[in-house]
């Protein structure tokens, strides 16, 4: 298949046309506009610094359906712990949480797809009130979190970070059993890794992919500052 390559116009080829790496368009901008046409239509941006913008839409794709989240023994006790051991809050840091998630060090990883340019266009969709974060706590430190992009019943996880055992997982955890509570048909994790699978996420054909978000994207997003 082509790769197609985006001029002026946010708006995007289908997904379908994906070619065999999942790649679907190479270009344009991170613009508020083009970037929630993306996501709407399946498609995500990733890419590295200096390189033109990749548009993505694998297959398959790593998904959460959070009344399918697992919750190992340990992390039960962990979340049961009395004082809590952590503490979370709901798009109080957002810039925080994706600073973190940018300098993060990574197993494997010499630098990080959160580019600049990244930071900023999602710090630009979470104060239109697209992009949220939750924040993980340990006393008054900061020491985990997660954000993503809400659209109607489905939530687009983008990163994570931890800087103490378990605080990630917990974030993970945490925001699926929310997500759970309001009815959101699913936590997308865009590409397979064993560590989500542990948590219950699995992958899926882009095809069924499309057509539950699709079915999502009916119900009314939930814009603005997140109060959980």
């Not at 959101?184 to 865009?190: I, P, R």
Request: charged share 20%; with cysteine; aromatic share 12%.
């Amino acid at each position: 298949m082509p790769i197609y390559l985006l001029g002026e116009s946010t708006v995007f080829p289908a997904a379908e046309n994906a070619n065999r790496e999942g790649i679907v368009a190479v270009g344009g901008d991170l613009s508020p506009e083009r970037l929630l046409n993306a996501y709407a239509g399946g498609i995500f941006p990733w890419y590295s610094d200096g390189d033109p913008i990749l548009w993505w839409s694998p297959s398959p794709r790593m998904v959460l359906f959070p009344g399918e989240l697992h919750v190992s023994k340990s992390m039960r006790k962990l979340l049961q712990k009395v004082p809590p051991w952590f503490h979370w809050t709901v798009d109080r840091h957002f810039r925080e949480v994706i600073e973190n998630c940018r300098t993060a060090p990574r197993k494997g990883q010499a630098g990080t797809w959160i580019t600049n340019e990244m930071r900023e266009a999602y710090i630009c969709l979470h104060e239109l009130g697209f992009c949220h974060s939750l924040e993980v706590w340990r006393g008054k430190e900061l020491v985990g979190g997660i954000y993503g992009l809400s659209l109607g019943k489905c939530f687009f996880g983008e990163s994570m970070f931890s800087k103490v055992r378990n605080a990630s997982k917990f974030a993970f955890i945490t925001l699926a059993q929310q997500l759970l509570q309001r009815e959101f048909l699913m936590l997308d994790c865009q590409v397979p890794s064993g560590h989500l699978r542990t948590l219950g996420a699995r992958e899926i054909p882009r095809k069924k992919f499309l057509g539950l978000l699709k079915q999502g994207l009916q119900s009314k997003t939930l814009v603005g500052k997140w109060e959980f």
